[in-house]
């Protein structure tokens, strides 16, 4: 199952991020700027950043992402 999860540099999206990897699961990780990812300390398989306020940075981000 491949999951991304939006905002995975802000406090909830780490301890989401954190809960998916003890339970076996590595996610993508989507955040606004690239510093945001040096705050993770799990493991993400892609690491996207993207202005989510610009839809053409948004276009094919959840191309096979089932959640």
């Known amino acids: 199952m ?6 995975a540099g802000g406090l909830l999206g780490r301890e989401i991020v954190a809960c998916l990897n003890r339970r076996g699961i ?3 990780g989507l955040a606004c700027r690239e510093k945001e990812f ?6 993400l398989g892609r690491k ?16 096979g992402v089932d959640i």
């Open 2 to 7: 491949k999951i991304l999860v939006a905002g």
């Open 26 to 28: 590595v996610p993508d």
């Open 38 to 43: 040096e705050l993770i300390q799990s493991p």
């Open 48 to 63: 996207l950043c993207v202005n989510v306020v610009n839809p053409a940075q948004l276009e094919g981000v959840c191309k």
